[in-house]
């Protein structure tokens, strides 16, 4: 069976070493797992999209541009208040 032009790409990207804040690795294998499994459904969730985009006929450049605005445009509920 002829595989899926669009899906052929490239290998799915490694995870970076996850650091702490003062750039630390993160040690538990535990909270790696979640990262690392975090990171591969984000990047299956993302191929998808990309390839429903491009076969409804929309600009892969837009596309792109706007999977990047969107990461982007994320808020850290647990970023500390400045202070003064």
Not at 51 to 60: H, Y
Request: glycine share 4%; net charge negative; proline share 12%.
């Amino acid at each position: 069976m002829p595989q899926n032009p669009i899906s052929r790409g490239a290998p799915p990207q490694r995870p970076p070493i996850w650091r702490q804040p003062d750039g630390k690795p993160v040690a538990c294998v535990d909270k790696i797992k979640v990262l690392e499994q975090n990171f591969g459904e984000i990047e299956s969730l993302c191929q998808e999209a990309l390839e429903d985009a491009l076969l409804i006929g929309c600009d892969e450049a837009q596309v792109r541009a706007a999977l990047h605005d969107l990461i982007e445009s994320l808020t850290n509920p647990y970023r500390q208040p400045e202070r003064a």
